[in-house]
């Protein structure tokens, strides 16, 4: 390890080096992420949204960095991005208080 | 891009990055000195593109002076009002003999503004009459609201039927005025109401005018198709403004925003953004291979960017005293690490996306 980090910025342009370990499965993976981000029923910039809301709650560096850019380069704005991130975070969020229901269910089967 | 606040132009502030030679260093060394990135002409070679040279030409572009009522964060020029490098007459009379007698079939006048000019306005009545077919003026929107003036420059771009191109980076007025200065987006709304009003941009109309995109800051610009739909369609909803098609021009690196990427320790990464981004069907129309551009002064270059470089053309013909089309177009083009700026995914011209 040329870094004393766990991440390095650095990294992220090695992204596609993963396929010279495993070409065919490598391969399948990159056709794959970039036909998912190509312009369907989703605009490109939609998608690009929903990539960065996601980076967040997966808490990945790598993801963060190329996704904040990329949505710069598709003319997002920042009020749109950090709203797109509170997305996130309020699933993130609810998804952990809406457990409190399993808590509460627990509660009452337990308590006379 | 709060990094610089510059508010004088980097040959006001003396810096070191005002000199073409210091640009040319940097944008030689690091890591294309050490292998790390393969330099441009590397790069064209693999594909057999080298040298570059140009095909017919079809656009001579003008740069009238380096004067400018903006200071922009990115201006490849590092224009500005502290800047004095203005065309004289003499050199636009030698100019004009050039346009009667081009092949060429647009004219390109930029600046700077070109509109601060004494002399901009008969140069474009008598450059009119020499029947080039499309005649383009960049005009930066404000200086038709800078002062009185300037306010009637719609109504005298459509006497002449001169072709606007004016930059906008974007819709929202937080962007704008972040890379162009505090107020600029709303003169400039105002202005594009102003040649609207006149005919220019509205659908059916002859008096074209289009928008120049640039991204704000050290990333590449995004599809051009789609960032025209956006502007459209927030520029119609929001200001009720219409026109007729969007440039998306890459930022190169040098001038001013070279100085940013350096200041903002973003200048590596761009680099290789843009390497990456390399397109060899880019290479093949990229606009110095048609075009010719003349500095204020008279000398030959390349491109614009070449000619802030200092790197006038490698011909026998370097000025516009001694023009001569066909010597001029037996030329290898001279390029160097900032022309990655144009051959980047879709390319990148005056005139927008060339692959």
Redesign the interface.
């Known amino acids: 390890m040329a870094s004393n980090n766990y991440y390095d910025?650095a990294d992220l342009?090695k992204f596609g080096k993963i396929t010279e370990w495993s070409e065919e499965l490598g391969t399948k993976f990159f056709d794959y992420y970039g036909k998912v981000f190509e312009e369907g029923a989703l605009?490109?910039?939609e998608k690009a949204l929903i990539a960065l809301a996601v980076a967040h709650t997966e808490q990945c560096p790598y993801c963060i960095d190329a996704y904040t850019?990329d949505t710069?380069?598709?003319?997002v704005?920042?009020e749109q991005m950090m709203e797109a991130i509170h997305v996130g975070a309020a699933i993130k969020s609810g998804a952990t208080l809406v457990h409190g229901t399993m808590m509460m269910n627990k509660v009452n089967k337990l308590e006379m | 891009m709060s990094v610089t606040t510059t508010k004088k132009s980097l040959h006001k502030r003396h810096d070191d990055l005002a000199q073409a030679n210091k640009q040319l260093e940097i944008l030689s060394g690091g890591i294309f000195a050490d292998g790390e990135l393969p330099t441009f002409a590397k790069k064209i070679k693999e594909t057999g593109q080298f040298p570059l040279r140009p095909k017919k030409l079809e656009i001579l572009q003008i740069n009238v002076g380096y004067m400018c009522n903006q200071v922009c964060e990115h201006c490849h020029v590092d224009a500005g009002p502290d800047r004095k490098e203005i065309m004289t007459w003499e050199t636009m009379e030698q100019c004009l003999e050039v346009i009667k007698n081009t092949g060429a079939h647009t004219l390109d006048l930029t600046g700077g503004a070109p509109e601060m000019n004494p002399n901009f306005r008969r140069f474009v009545e008598e450059a009119s009459k020499a029947g080039i077919k499309d005649f383009i003026v960049r005009s930066n929107l404000t200086i038709i609201r800078a002062n009185k003036k300037y306010h009637d420059l719609p109504e005298f771009f459509k006497k002449h039927n001169v072709h606007v191109v004016s930059s906008m980076p974007h819709w929202t007025r937080g962007k704008t005025d972040k890379q162009r200065g505090e107020g600029v987006f709303d003169k400039s709304i105002k202005a594009l109401q102003e040649l609207n009003a006149v005919g220019y941009g509205m659908p059916d109309s002859d008096l074209r005018l289009d928008l120049v995109y640039n991204p704000n800051g050290a990333y590449l610009p995004s599809d051009q198709a789609g960032m025209e739909k956006d502007f459209k369609k927030a520029l119609m909803e929001d200001f009720g403004i219409q026109f007729h098609n969007l440039f998306a021009i890459t930022n190169l690196p040098i001038a001013r925003f070279l100085d940013y990427l350096i200041a903002s320790e973003n200048y590596e990464d761009y680099m290789y953004q843009l390497v990456e981004a390399y397109n060899p069907a880019a290479v093949a129309n990229v606009m110095c291979t048609n075009t010719i551009s003349i500095s204020w002064d008279g000398w030959l270059y390349d491109c614009d960017f070449n000619q802030m470089l200092d790197l006038k053309v490698n011909s026998k013909v370097k000025h516009i005293s001694e023009y001569n089309e066909d010597l001029l177009n037996d030329r290898n083009i001279i390029i160097s690490q900032h022309c990655y700026g144009c051959t980047a995914g879709a390319g990148s011209s005056c005139q927008g996306t060339v692959a």
């Open positions: 910025p342009r605009t490109a910039r850019k710069l380069q598709r003319g704005t920042k």
